[in-house]
């Protein structure tokens, strides 16, 4: 099973999101994406993908709002 997003959570202005993913093995990460209203292309992730992984949706979420700034606000 490929990972897949099972919560999204986007910052006002809407160019800015953490998306939170369930890997195979039944954990969770979570990646912030960006997409640039001039750039058709959509979103892309801004990291590799290399966070920790963690046993809830909710610790992911926990995880990322202490690690990216606008979502500390």
Request: with cysteine.
């Amino acid at each position: 099973m490929k990972p897949y997003v099972v919560a999204s959570i986007e910052y006002d202005n809407g160019n800015r999101c953490v998306d939170i993913t369930q890997q195979a093995d039944g954990r969770f990460k979570y990646q912030e994406c960006r997409r640039d209203p001039e750039d058709g292309r959509g979103w892309r992730y801004l990291s590799n993908g290399a966070s920790p992984t963690f046993d809830s949706v909710a610790a992911a979420r926990q995880a990322a709002a202490r690690e990216i700034g606008w979502m500390k606000e």
